[in-house]
């Protein structure tokens, strides 16, 4: 426990003041990152959500994510999974979701490009978390300004990620999004 206690004592940065906020945690190469972001979570005391597969959702482990701040997301169906979020934040007051882009826990030649979709269509900002395990620190970042071409966005986010070490090295993927998309909001 003096692990845990150590390192929530070593936490970076705030929450910031906003009422909505696509929270972009990278990066993700272990089930771990997970956990330590849910302590972490706790630790701030600020109420983020976050999507698991539907499947996970049964009695009594559904009711126990859901207390966590897990949302349902069945992948199968990802054409409408981008406009059920935005409409999610379009029906809160308050709404904090924290994405993992990278979509996965191995190494991925690009990132998945729903939680830019959603920042674009939702108009609301991007805030940047992280857990950087060689100095053993989770922490809050910085929050990109609106209005930021996808260009300008992918460089703040590529710069800013750049010092912090995955859990798995070789898992982490660089931070591109494939070459054929395109974002008209």
Same mark, same amino acid.
């Given at each position: 426990?003096?692990?845990?206690?150590?390192?929530?004592?070593?936490?970076?940065?705030?929450?910031?003041?906003?009422?909505?906020?696509?929270?972009?945690?990278?990066? #993700?190469?272990?089930?771990? %990152?997970?956990?330590?972001?849910?302590?972490?979570?706790?630790?701030?005391?600020?109420?983020?959500?976050?999507?698991?597969? #539907?499947?996970?959702?049964?009695?009594?482990?559904?009711?126990?994510?859901?207390?966590?701040?897990?949302?349902?997301? %069945?992948?199968?169906?990802?054409?409408?999974?981008?406009?059920?979020?935005? %409409?999610?934040?379009?029906?809160?007051? #308050?709404?904090?979701?924290?994405?993992?882009?990278?979509?996965?826990?191995?190494?991925?030649?690009?990132?998945?490009?729903?939680?830019?979709?959603?920042?674009?269509?939702?108009?609301?900002?991007?805030?940047?978390?992280?857990?950087?395990?060689?100095?053993?620190?989770?922490?809050?970042?910085?929050?990109?300004?609106?209005?930021?071409?996808?260009?300008? %966005?992918?460089?703040?986010?590529?710069?800013?990620?750049?010092?912090?070490?995955?859990?798995?090295?070789?898992?982490?993927?660089?931070?591109?999004?494939?070459?054929?998309?395109?974002? #008209?909001?």
């Amino acid at each position: 426990m003096s692990t845990l206690a150590n390192r929530l004592e070593e936490t970076v940065g705030e929450v910031p003041a906003l009422g909505k906020a696509v929270f972009v945690a990278a990066p #993700h190469t272990s089930n771990w %990152d997970g956990i330590w972001l849910l302590v972490y979570k706790d630790a701030l005391r600020v109420d983020v959500r976050f999507l698991a597969k #539907h499947t996970l959702f049964w009695w009594p482990l559904g009711t126990l994510l859901r207390a966590l701040g897990a949302m349902p997301i %069945d992948r199968s169906v990802a054409r409408n999974t981008v406009q059920q979020l935005v %409409d999610t934040f379009a029906a809160e007051d #308050h709404l904090f979701l924290a994405l993992a882009p990278d979509g996965t826990r191995r190494w991925q030649p690009y990132w998945k490009t729903g939680f830019y979709q959603i920042v674009k269509s939702a108009n609301v900002p991007i805030v940047l978390v992280f857990i950087d395990y060689k100095n053993k620190k989770p922490g809050v970042g910085i929050t990109l300004p609106k209005g930021g071409t996808m260009e300008q %966005d992918m460089a703040l986010i590529r710069e800013f990620y750049a010092p912090f070490t995955a859990a798995v090295l070789k898992r982490k993927g660089p931070i591109e999004f494939p070459p054929e998309r395109e974002f #008209h909001k």
